[in-house]
């Protein structure tokens, strides 16, 4: 062993040895390039697991677990109409671990959809979004927007009918925004139906270009969370200890708070003899390495425990070859596009263009809205935001079956067959429950004057509706899109 | 030691356990089973010590067969592994020998161009039974009916006689060894089929045409079904039920529907093909100047617009600006504006014949290109109106009724509709 470390090789490779104490290892955290991202300290709040549940990491594990799994799927894929779909059957039943391979990216990436929106949740129910970080919630809007294109656009290199269709179906709401909606779907597809152009500007943009947007606004995310001073936490914890979670008091005593080695300053950038980030509380900090290195290894191999098991019992869907004259019935596009295929049957206009725009710019907006930081850190903020988040949540799941039971009976299209379509772009579930979302956030905040539990209303409606929509396009919609029952 | 590096400890375990049992999962593969079987047959089969050591020998093996320049590959005697041995005759499946079927050999022909399913599967299931379907449907009552269907399953026992039909397009199906097939020709001529099904150019309108019927429909499950009570399947079929007839004669039925296929690119066998062959793809003679043939992914383009009465009254108006003054106002093909002797001549649209072989899609080309004299009307006539003049233009043979029994060569609309076979894969009908 120490042959092996003994020499300029090994220590021009690793320029310090194996660290045994926390100042070492806090030093390595600090000169090591992969580790540098950590910061050498961390507080113990945010190693409580119920403060992120770990979502943003799952995210980017299951990230990496996709560009591992899909560099080795391109060995054996070729974008074309004609090698596609028998590359999917090799695959299948050729290649070896092909089966395995194809079955992680494929839950892996519907796994990123969702634990990305999670995350969003988390940041926005803790109240992580306000200043200083509120750009890094756009950012995180943007990443989430990346997230779905990068699952649309590998969702049609199969080839087979499934992808086809629903690629079929999801360009052709793209094309509903007036005057460029058109131009937004040819340029997408390379022409006027799914085709060969379209599986090969797919597969560049889902190999190449959005995962190259997808790091560099990263790794800009992840800059922006360490020079924010971590994890958001309350504010009040700078005062009073942490109760519970983190180490154990034990190992948080053993904790050792070193002095600068080298002072050194940034003139006229940085206040002080050392560049500080956030709040600093070194009392109820610990050194990163083990206590934040170990538990990012332990997310990690959960990570790929659970998507190996997943992928060991559940195969990726694989119908046969796409068929341009045979439509499915229903033909569905992927299921996170499901709820806006919802809004869509009511309205055009209004589903796939209207809603989605308001509700991406009202996502975006929350941290310039709602900029009061005394409750950031805390789940739901107060017993008051709880209770908000709890009733809206209440409402919408049973405002949306009546809204669609009302259209049913007395809609536009019911009561007037002949109307002009303005009056069902006007009058549709979808544009009354947004109007009812807003009315209600705004009385909200005008009567509590809180604006963080208006944000809290319209942010709940926002994610309980998705959810009821996709759930209502994916389990209650069937063929012609007419209402049908899951069992069915 | 600290807790977590206890959980650490823990979760590597698993981690590696899911790895390893990955590894196995991945080599524990189904057709190693069919090929460890085969080896203890032929070691069983051993005459002689050399034999026995040989067999002995034989490891697991890769294997397929590369049919049309690798456009298709059967994988199927990576489980039949002795279908050239003629040690295996009697042997069990999936190890009996195949019998030899003259100048149809392995290497040129595969497996799945005459027996069907998935030749590139290597797991029974998938490879046999081929890929379920399942298709919605709203009836006009609101009910909503689920139709599942296999897609390109085997053909099992004598259907895989449909496959003979489906290259051997002119010859007498009794004549090369396939009696079930001819059985199903004559019995489709006898019962009347053509009286409500069209088959190429000849046939009545009330079922749906039948001339790439083995291409929409390849499960024979589903077709025997039908036979037998088509309501099941179709909701709301005006077909009767065919059950009084006997087994052998709806297999005989199925045979035949599933013969009416173009013969897709890739179950073409290798070149070079047999003189023979050759002659039976080679187009019946069809008058070429006389006849204006679409391309095939123009001709199957489907009408994107319903042919209600506006549609109809509109083609109309425009049939009378545009098209009267050479195809006449009644569409005969006689109207003034035409050149005397114009060949070819303006085509006569009350020729049921005629427009009993016109694709929608293909008019619909015609009118947007032109030929000749007749101007191209892409620039002129909007999308939708050229499809409204379609529908009119239905709407002009007088409706008749083809007698029984006149179908002398059920493919011979089929000769001038083909693309060279090369084309087919890249001719992808567009227009949904």
């Keep these: 062993m120490a042959k092996l470390t003994e020499n300029r090789f090994w220590r021009s490779l690793f320029r310090r040895p194996l660290p045994d104490s926390d100042l070492d290892r806090m030093l390595t955290m600090f000169s090591n390039f992969f580790l540098h991202i950590l910061p050498a300290k961390v507080h113990r709040h945010s190693l409580k697991p119920g403060a992120t549940w770990g979502l943003g990491v799952i995210s980017f594990v299951l990230f990496l677990v996709l560009i591992v799994t899909g560099v080795l799927l391109m060995f054996f894929y070729v974008p074309s109409v004609e090698r596609a779909y028998r590359d999917m059957k090799d695959l299948k039943y050729v290649v070896s671990y092909g089966v395995i391979l194809r079955n992680m990216h494929r839950w892996a990436a519907h796994g990123m959809v969702a634990a990305v929106f999670l995350h969003m949740v988390r940041v926005f129910f803790t109240g992580s979004y306000k200043p200083p970080r509120e750009f890094n919630w756009v950012l995180g809007i943007l990443l989430w927007g990346i997230t779905l294109l990068l699952s649309f656009t590998g969702y049609l290199l199969p080839w087979d009918q499934l992808a086809y269709w629903a690629i079929t179906v999801g360009t052709s709401i793209a094309s509903y925004p007036p005057w460029i909606g058109e131009k937004i779907r040819v340029l997408l597809l390379g022409g006027n139906i799914v085709g060969e152009s379209a599986l090969l500007r797919f597969y560049v943009l889902h190999v190449v270009f959005l995962p190259m947007v997808l790091m560099v606004l990263a790794a800009v995310h992840f800059w922006r969370v360490r020079k924010d001073g971590g994890i958001a936490r309350p504010i009040a914890l700078a005062l009073h200890p942490v109760a519970g979670g983190g180490p154990t008091s034990a190992e948080a005593t053993a904790r050792f708070v070193p002095g600068p080695l080298k002072t050194y300053t940034l003139v006229e950038l940085v206040r002080g003899t050392s560049p500080q980030v956030g709040i600093q509380a070194p009392e109820e900090e610990v050194p990163s390495w083990p206590h934040l290195t170990m538990r990012l290894l332990i997310v990690f191999e959960l990570v790929l425990v659970v998507l190996t098991a997943v992928s060991f019992l559940f195969d990726a869907p694989l119908l046969e070859q796409a068929n341009p004259v045979r439509p499915d019935n229903p033909a569905k596009a992927p299921w996170y596009f499901l709820g806006i295929q919802e809004l869509v049957s009511y309205s055009a206009l209004v589903g796939g263009v209207l809603v989605p725009a308001i509700a991406l710019l009202g996502l975006m907006s929350i941290p310039y809205m709602d900029r009061d930081r005394s409750d950031q850190g805390i789940w739901f903020g107060s017993p008051a935001g709880k209770r908000a988040a709890w009733i809206s949540f209440l409402l919408t799941v049973l405002v949306i079956p009546a809204l669609l039971f009302l259209d049913s009976r007395f809609g536009v299209r019911q009561v007037a067959p002949g109307a002009p379509q303005f009056f069902t772009d006007l009058l549709n579930p979808a544009s009354v429950l947004t109007t009812l979302m807003a009315v209600s956030s705004f009385l909200t905040w005008r009567a509590t004057r809180s604006r963080r539990l208006g944000a809290m209303v319209l942010f709940t409606a926002f994610v309980s509706a998705y959810l009821v929509f996709t759930v209502i396009g994916t389990y209650f919609r069937g063929p012609n899109w007419v209402w049908v029952w899951p069992w069915q | ?432």
Aim: a neutral charge; one cysteine or more.
């Design chain 2, 1 to 432: 030691m600290l807790r977590i590096y206890r959980l650490f400890a823990l979760m590597s375990l698993i981690t590696l356990a899911l790895f390893l049992l990955s590894l196995w999962k991945d080599s524990n593969r189904e057709w190693k089973k069919y090929q460890d079987e085969y080896r203890n047959l032929l070691i069983a089969k051993a005459k002689d010590a050399d034999q026995r050591r040989a067999a002995e020998n034989v490891g697991y093996e890769f294997a397929q067969v590369s049919v049309a320049e690798g456009a298709r590959v059967d994988r199927c005697i990576m489980c039949h592994r002795a279908v050239e041995d003629p040690r295996f005759v009697d042997a069990p499946q999936p190890l009996r020998a195949h019998p030899k079927i003259p100048s149809h050999p392995f290497e040129r022909f595969g497996c799945t161009g005459c027996h069907g399913g998935d030749g590139s599967a290597t797991e029974v299931q998938a490879a046999h039974q081929g890929i379920q379907k399942k298709e919605g449907a709203v009836l006009p009552d609101g009910r909503i009916v689920y139709l599942t269907e296999r897609e390109e399953p085997l053909l099992p026992g004598n259907l895989v006689q449909a496959s003979c039909g489906s290259c051997h397009l002119t010859e007498d199906p009794g004549k090369i060894g396939a009696p079930v097939l001819s059985r199903g020709k004559t019995l489709f001529q006898e019962k009347g089929c053509i009286g409500c099904h069209r088959v190429g150019r000849i046939g009545g309108k009330v079922g749906p045409e039948l001339t790439f019927a083995g291409e929409k429909r390849s499960d024979p499950e589903w077709l025997l079904k039908h036979f037998r009570d088509p309501e099941s399947l179709v909701p709301d079929s005006a077909m009767p039920s065919y059950k009084n007839l006997g087994e052998e004669e709806l297999q005989a039925l199925t045979a035949f529907v599933l013969s009416l296929r173009e013969v897709p690119f890739t179950l073409i066998a290798s070149a070079p093909l047999q003189p023979q062959t050759v002659v039976a793809l080679t187009p019946p003679p069809v008058p070429r100047e006389a006849h204006w043939e679409a391309p095939r992914n123009e001709n199957l383009r489907p009408n994107p617009v319903p042919a209600s009465a506006e549609s109809v009254a509109n083609g109309k108006k425009l049939y009378g600006k545009y098209c009267a003054g050479c195809h006449g106002e009644s569409g005969k093909g006689d109207g003034p504006g035409a050149p005397k002797d114009l060949k070819p001549e303006p085509a006569n649209f009350a020729d049921p014949r005629m427009m009993a072989h016109e694709r929608e899609g293909g008019l619909y080309w015609k009118i947007t290109r032109g030929r000749g004299l007749m101007p191209g009307w892409e620039a002129t006539i909007p999308q939708k109106d050229r499809w409204d003049l379609v529908n009119f233009l239905r709407t002009l043979p007088p409706k008749v009724q083809m007698p029984p029994g006149m179908m002398e060569q059920p493919h011979g609309a089929m000769g001038g509709e083909k693309e060279p076979a090369g084309h087919m894969e890249e001719s992808r009908p567009g227009g949904h």
